[in-house]
């Protein structure tokens, strides 16, 4: 399939979870051709994933969508150290780390909104456990809080997000 989507040539490949319910050799064989058409075409690819592991390894950019929109954007290495949405926190905090064996792994309480459902003017809001009255008050819009680094949420940076390192 995804030699089928180069054969055009296109300036973008847009993979979405290309490694889903692959093994992890299978997984990396898919991520090297992706790599290796990349490099030979110059072309852009747009990896649509749950799997952090792949993000940290693969991407330039990461942008994290909640709810249909995007949260948070920005270079990868900046995003997974310093995440100020907490929705990235929660994904972050959800990852297996070295050192953190028998501990219990944070989860992010509640469920997404459903697809017809009307959402709060945050979206997370409801899952949210910096939520404050403001929040419900406006639709957080998308704002560059460092170079290339931006966060729709009313309080970044200011939440003292313990994040991931
Ligand atoms: S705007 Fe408020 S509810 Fe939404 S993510 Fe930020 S702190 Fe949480």
Excluded: W
């Amino acid at each position: 399939m995804i030699l089928i989507a180069a054969a055009s040539e296109p300036e973008l490949l847009i993979a979405d979870e290309p490694t889903t319910a692959l093994d992890v050799t299978v997984q990396a064989q898919i991520l090297e051709l992706v790599d290796r058409l990349k490099g030979e075409m110059g072309m852009s690819v747009l990896l649509i994933t749950h799997d952090m592991g792949v993000v940290a390894e693969r991407s330039s950019r990461i942008a994290v969508m909640y709810a249909g929109r995007i949260v948070e954007s920005g270079p990868t290495a900046s995003v997974l150290a310093r995440p100020l949405h907490p929705y990235t926190e929660g994904l972050l905090d959800a990852v297996p780390r070295p050192g953190t064996r028998g501990t219990r792994l944070r989860t992010i309480e509640g469920s997404p909104p459903g697809l017809f459902t009307q959402t709060a003017p945050c979206a997370f809001a409801p899952r949210c456990r910096y939520r404050k009255p403001e929040c419900d008050a406006a639709r957080p819009p998308l704002r560059e809080i460092e170079p290339g680094h931006e966060v729709a949420c009313h309080f970044a940076p200011n939440l003292g997000l313990k994040g991931a390192s």
